[in-house]
């Protein structure tokens, strides 16, 4: 759900080519499924998908070690601190995913890189903090040809619910996104991904248009979200949980 808003940012701004990376990840056909749909309907210009099998060979990871159970969410979903990295945390997956789009980048002579890292209402990854993508642009800077792309990450501030009222509000395809860390053909509901996703279209107003395990589907396109949006502002009686 970040990378398809996050798309639409930079499908706005820019001609806008998407990268997918199966990593091995549990879901990696249901998320490339997701990723083709969202950068067709965003009209993006390419889609490149590259497969890396390092983080499935050296494991560690439930979202790619089919020893390691994926955990169900808590009752304080997306308050982990930095001692408490959940185990589906995939060690360093972000640098080897930014390697190959600056890689791509400078073959394109594009100069910015988007990626939908999002610090607050996460799961405390290492590799979504700030200081993390000025770390790394630092070595863009040192370690390309030019020096001079740019890593933009517009929703690193941003709470989950502000993300999902984003998405509203430029049309991207939200209806076509996948967050479950372990369904493929419904989401689970129950792992953390889900659970962050649930309670941000619950805090705006709104109905995830995905398929849940023993739950019908909400909004079936981003049209009916729209609707939804527009419904749930118009109404005095709506409030936004905090």
């Given at each position: 759900?970040?990378?398809?808003?996050?798309?639409?940012?930079?499908?706005?701004d820019f001609d806008?080519y998407a990268l997918?990376?199966?990593?091995?990840?549990?879901?990696?056909?249901?998320?490339?499924?997701?990723?083709?749909?969202?950068?067709?309907?965003?009209?993006?210009?390419?889609?490149?998908?590259?497969?890396?099998?390092?983080?499935?060979?050296?494991?560690?990871?439930?979202?790619?070690?089919?020893?390691?159970?994926?955990?169900?969410?808590?009752?304080?979903?997306?308050?982990?601190?930095?001692?408490?990295?959940?185990?589906?945390?995939?060690?360093?997956?972000?640098?080897?995913?930014?390697?190959?789009?600056?890689?791509?980048?400078?073959?394109?002579?594009?100069?910015?890189?988007?990626?939908?890292?999002?610090?607050?209402?996460?799961?405390?990854?290492?590799?979504?903090?700030?200081?993390?993508?000025?770390?790394?642009?630092?070595?863009?800077?040192?370690?390309?040809?030019?020096?001079?792309?740019?890593?933009?990450?517009?929703?690193?501030?941003?709470?989950?619910?502000?993300?999902?009222?984003?998405?509203?509000?430029?049309?991207?395809?939200?209806?076509?996104?996948?967050?479950?860390?372990?369904?493929?053909?419904?989401?689970?509901?129950?792992?953390?991904?889900?659970?962050?996703?649930?309670?941000?279209?619950?805090?705006?107003?709104?109905?995830?248009?995905?398929?849940?395990?023993?739950?019908?589907?909400?909004?079936?396109?981003?049209?009916?979200?729209?609707?939804?949006?527009?419904?749930?502002?118009?109404?005095?009686?709506?409030?936004?949980?905090?």
């Amino acid at each position: 759900m970040d990378s398809c808003v996050c798309a639409a940012l930079a499908a706005r701004d820019f001609d806008a080519y998407a990268l997918h990376i199966g990593y091995g990840q549990r879901t990696e056909e249901r998320e490339l499924r997701a990723a083709r749909g969202v950068a067709e309907a965003l009209g993006f210009k390419d889609f490149l998908h590259l497969k890396l099998d390092l983080f499935q060979r050296i494991g560690g990871s439930a979202l790619t070690d089919e020893r390691i159970a994926v955990p169900e969410a808590g009752e304080e979903i997306g308050a982990h601190t930095a001692a408490e990295i959940p185990v589906t945390y995939v060690p360093f997956r972000n640098a080897h995913f930014l390697s190959a789009a600056v890689s791509w980048s400078e073959v394109l002579g594009a100069k910015t890189v988007f990626i939908g890292a999002v610090e607050q209402d996460s799961s405390g990854y290492p590799d979504c903090r700030p200081a993390y993508y000025e770390a790394f642009q630092e070595l863009i800077r040192r370690g390309t040809k030019e020096g001079d792309i740019v890593i933009r990450t517009p929703l690193i501030h941003l709470q989950k619910k502000e993300i999902v009222a984003l998405g509203v509000e430029l049309r991207a395809p939200l209806d076509l996104t996948w967050s479950c860390y372990s369904g493929s053909d419904e989401a689970c509901g129950i792992c953390e991904s889900c659970a962050l996703r649930l309670r941000a279209f619950r805090q705006a107003g709104l109905q995830d248009p995905i398929r849940y395990a023993g739950r019908k589907p909400g909004a079936g396109s981003g049209a009916e979200l729209q609707e939804q949006a527009a419904a749930h502002l118009a109404d005095p009686r709506s409030t936004r949980e905090e």
